[in-house]
């Protein structure tokens, strides 16, 4: 067996037994560490394919990879700079070419040859000849030619290439030692890990990590530097760059936890031990890691089934999806009063607000209707919201608990690790998901949070 084959069987063994001890420690769905890593890195059998003479012609003494683009294609436009950088970087292996799609005009190809200062040359698929030998339907994509006697062969191709493909071809070019093309320190973003990692990839994309920026994005908040620091990958360490809202980095990505390169760079960092430079105290509710792992289950999209999966990442789309570590952990609730000993100015303020009356905006039916109550009234323990009316403290309203969550540890032994204090400190996320939990769209279009807010602290002020 070659070298490169039992390395390849090793690396993979360790990978098998990794995954079922993840699979025992963390109770994760079953599934396999990087599971597609034989694909990437094995060397099929070449594929003859009778290419176009404009193209075999310039495959002489060693590899070429044939870069199909269009000059005014998007996706081609991103992944350009990676092969223009790869044309040099990889000169001693390989050479590059550029072959255009039939549409494109001379012009266009000429302003984009200029655009990028691409140093390789590029022909024009005039004739589509290259299209019909390949059977590539779409831009951009790369083969990987070779000479071999009178015939030129095809070793491997990316149909898309991807941004980040760069690193899978550098591993493809060096079967001896494949993960030596990371460097230390590196990002290379989830487009290179997916590549084998398959199974952690789309188990990713199903979770609030997958969705980070977008979240922020969406809240114009993607220009704020306090926000986006912790819903994108290696910013201000050479990885993310503000303003880049289409970075491979954009989002709480596999090295946000693995570190750069994780840890196929050699520099082995255990996960576990990242994750509270986010999820501080300010930044969610409770956490500890043991509570987090289950929401991070790095196979769970091998447990649903496609139609399941789309409504999880609707869900995820639309904001519909449970956030649950912004969820208060479970625990019975002490009630507004046991609250007054120690906060007497803030329960005199909330008793004569619209929290604590808001039972008494449910007539007749609707005060025993408990999706009505949940809404109206803290549960007598927080957790999952109970079905029955008779769990509900409908003698208070809105209490304290509602906002802060459950109280007894807290009266026990006052501090602010055992309840939430929503601070001026306490970021609008925090906020947002408490009080959007009733103050929906659909209920109340008319809310806003920093309205609210304002008047809520305003009220405080003028009661100092």
Same mark, same amino acid.
């Given at each position: 067996?070659?070298?490169?084959?039992?390395?390849?069987?090793?690396?993979?063994?360790?990978?098998?037994?990794?995954? &079922?001890?993840?699979?025992?420690?963390?109770?994760?769905?079953?599934?396999?560490?990087?599971?597609?890593?034989?694909?990437?890195?094995?060397?099929?059998?070449?594929?003859?394919? #009778?290419?176009?003479?404009?193209?075999?012609?310039?495959?002489?003494?060693?590899? *070429?990879?044939?870069?199909?683009?269009?000059?005014?294609?998007?996706?081609?436009?991103?992944?350009?700079? #990676?092969?223009?950088?790869?044309?040099?970087?990889?000169?001693?292996?390989?050479?590059?070419?550029? /072959?255009? =799609?039939?549409?494109?005009?001379?012009?266009? /190809?000429?302003?984009?040859?200029?655009?990028?200062?691409? !140093?390789?040359?590029?022909?024009?698929?005039?004739?589509?000849?290259?299209?019909?030998?390949?059977?590539?339907?779409?831009?951009?994509?790369?083969?990987?030619?070779?000479?071999?006697?009178?015939? *030129?062969?095809? &070793?491997?191709?990316?149909?898309?290439?991807?941004?980040?493909?760069?690193? *899978?071809?550098?591993?493809?070019?060096?079967?001896?030692? !494949?993960?030596?093309? @990371?460097?230390?320190?590196? $990002?290379?973003?989830?487009?290179?890990?997916?590549?084998?990692?398959? #199974?952690?990839?789309?188990?990713?994309?199903?979770?609030?990590?997958?969705?980070?920026?977008?979240?922020? $994005?969406?809240?114009?908040?993607?220009?704020?530097?306090?926000?986006?620091?912790?819903?994108?990958?290696?910013?201000?360490?050479?990885? @993310?760059?503000?303003?880049?809202?289409?970075?491979?980095?954009?989002?709480?990505?596999?090295?946000?936890?693995?570190?750069?390169?994780?840890?196929?760079?050699?520099?082995?960092?255990?996960?576990?031990?990242?994750?509270?430079?986010?999820?501080?105290?300010?930044?969610? /509710?409770? @956490?500890?890691?043991?509570?987090?792992?289950?929401?991070?289950?790095? $196979?769970?999209?091998?447990?649903?089934?496609?139609?399941?999966?789309?409504?999880?990442?609707?869900?995820?789309?639309? +904001?519909?999806? #449970?956030? !649950?570590?912004?969820? @208060?952990?479970?625990?019975?609730?002490?009630?507004?009063?046991?609250?007054?000993?120690?906060?007497?100015?803030?329960?005199?303020?909330? =008793?004569?607000?619209?929290?604590?009356?808001?039972?008494?905006?449910?007539?007749?039916?609707?005060?025993?209707?408990?999706?009505?109550?949940?809404?109206?009234?803290?549960?007598?323990?927080?957790?999952?919201?109970?079905?029955?009316?008779?769990?509900?403290?409908?003698?208070?309203?809105?209490?304290?608990?509602?906002?802060?969550?459950? +109280?007894?540890?807290?009266?026990?032994?006052?501090?602010?690790?055992?309840?939430?204090?929503?601070?001026?400190?306490?970021?609008?996320?925090?906020?947002?998901?408490?009080?959007?939990?009733?103050?929906?769209? +659909?209920?109340?279009?008319?809310?806003?949070?920093?309205?609210? &807010?304002?008047?809520?602290?305003?009220?405080?002020?003028?009661?100092?």
């Amino acid at each position: 067996m070659p070298f490169q084959k039992q390395l390849l069987f090793f690396v993979l063994s360790l990978a098998f037994l990794s995954s &079922l001890q993840a699979v025992a420690e963390r109770n994760w769905s079953t599934g396999n560490i990087a599971a597609n890593t034989a694909t990437v890195l094995n060397h099929p059998e070449p594929l003859s394919l #009778e290419l176009p003479e404009q193209v075999t012609s310039q495959v002489t003494d060693k590899p *070429v990879l044939v870069f199909y683009f269009a000059p005014l294609c998007p996706h081609c436009l991103a992944v350009t700079p #990676e092969l223009v950088g790869l044309s040099s970087e990889l000169a001693d292996q390989i050479s590059i070419i550029g /072959v255009s =799609s039939g549409a494109a005009s001379q012009e266009e /190809v000429s302003a984009f040859v200029s655009e990028f200062s691409v !140093p390789f040359p590029v022909t024009i698929d005039t004739d589509r000849s290259f299209a019909q030998a390949t059977g590539i339907r779409s831009t951009p994509a790369a083969l990987l030619l070779e000479r071999r006697g009178d015939e *030129v062969v095809t &070793l491997t191709g990316w149909v898309p290439w991807f941004d980040g493909a760069g690193t *899978v071809l550098k591993m493809f070019l060096n079967p001896q030692n !494949p993960f030596s093309v @990371f460097e230390e320190n590196q $990002y290379v973003g989830k487009t290179v890990c997916n590549a084998c990692h398959t #199974e952690e990839g789309a188990s990713w994309s199903l979770t609030h990590h997958g969705i980070a920026y977008a979240t922020i $994005y969406f809240a114009d908040r993607a220009d704020d530097e306090e926000c986006v620091g912790c819903h994108v990958t290696g910013m201000n360490q050479g990885g @993310f760059v503000m303003g880049d809202h289409r970075s491979d980095l954009a989002g709480v990505t596999c090295e946000s936890c693995h570190s750069a390169g994780g840890p196929h760079d050699g520099v082995r960092v255990d996960a576990a031990t990242t994750c509270e430079g986010c999820h501080d105290a300010e930044h969610s /509710v409770s @956490f500890t890691v043991e509570r987090a792992l289950p929401h991070i289950d790095h $196979y769970l999209a091998n447990t649903l089934s496609e139609s399941e999966a789309n409504e999880r990442w609707e869900a995820l789309r639309q +904001g519909r999806a #449970e956030r !649950p570590m912004l969820a @208060f952990l479970e625990g019975p609730n002490a009630g507004s009063e046991a609250c007054r000993g120690c906060h007497e100015s803030e329960h005199t303020r909330w =008793s004569t607000g619209p929290h604590a009356t808001a039972m008494g905006s449910l007539t007749g039916e609707l005060s025993s209707d408990s999706s009505c109550v949940r809404c109206h009234a803290t549960p007598v323990a927080s957790g999952p919201l109970p079905e029955s009316v008779t769990d509900y403290r409908t003698d208070e309203g809105v209490g304290c608990e509602s906002c802060h969550g459950p +109280g007894v540890a807290h009266v026990a032994e006052p501090n602010v690790s055992n309840i939430l204090s929503l601070g001026d400190s306490c970021p609008e996320c925090v906020l947002n998901e408490v009080c959007t939990t009733c103050h929906t769209q +659909g209920w109340d279009p008319e809310w806003d949070l920093n309205t609210r &807010l304002g008047t809520i602290r305003e009220s405080y002020r003028s009661s100092e």
